[in-house]
C-alpha cells in the first residue's frame, strides 16, 4: 500500500508562486505515473499535471500550462508541483495521485490507483 503526502500549500497572493511536494512511504513512486488534481468547493476534481514514470514526458490542461511544472526526483521518491503566476481561480487542495497503467495526456481521477489527502492552496487578491 502506498501512501501519498502533500506538502507545501499555503496563502499566496495572485501573481506569486509555490511549490508543492509529494513524499511516499510504502512504495517507489518511480513505478507509477504521478499526478496532480485539485478541487475547489462545489467543483470536481480536475486534472492539473501528470508525469511519465522516468520524467520524460509531462502533460498539462489549458488552464495551467505554461504555469505549472510537474517534476519528479525517483531517488528521493518525490513529485513536485511548480506553480508560478497564481491566479485566484488555482485556489483549490491539491491532490498527488499515483497510477500503474500506460501513461495517457488527460488522466481521469478514476484511473489512479493512489490519493493523497491533500494540501490547501489559496491564492488571495
Known amino acids: 500500500q502506498v501512501e501519498l503526502v502533500e506538502s507545501g500549500g499555503g496563502l499566496v497572493q495572485a501573481g506569486g508562486s509555490l511549490r508543492l511536494s509529494c513524499g511516499a512511504s510504502g512504495g517507489t513512486l518511480g513505478a507509477y505515473v504521478m499526478n496532480w488534481f485539485r478541487q475547489a468547493p462545489g467543483k470536481e476534481r480536475e486534472f492539473v499535471a501528470t508525469?511519465?514514470?522516468?520524467?520524460?514526458?509531462?502533460s498539462y490542461p489549458d488552464s495551467v500550462k505554461g504555469r505549472f511544472t510537474i517534476s519528479r526526483d525517483n531517488a528521493k521518491n518525490t513529485v513536485y508541483l511548480q506553480m508560478n503566476s497564481l491566479k485566484l481561480e488555482d485556489t483549490a487542495v491539491y491532490y498527488c495521485?499515483?497510477?500503474?497503467?500506460?501513461?495517457?495526456?488527460?488522466?481521469?481521477?478514476?484511473?489512479?490507483?493512489?490519493w493523497g489527502k491533500g494540501t490547501l492552496v489559496t491564492v488571495s487578491a
Open positions: 495521485a499515483a497510477y500503474n497503467g500506460l501513461p495517457v495526456a488527460i488522466p481521469r481521477p478514476r484511473l489512479m490507483n493512489y
Open positions: 508525469i511519465s514514470r522516468n520524467g520524460g514526458g509531462t
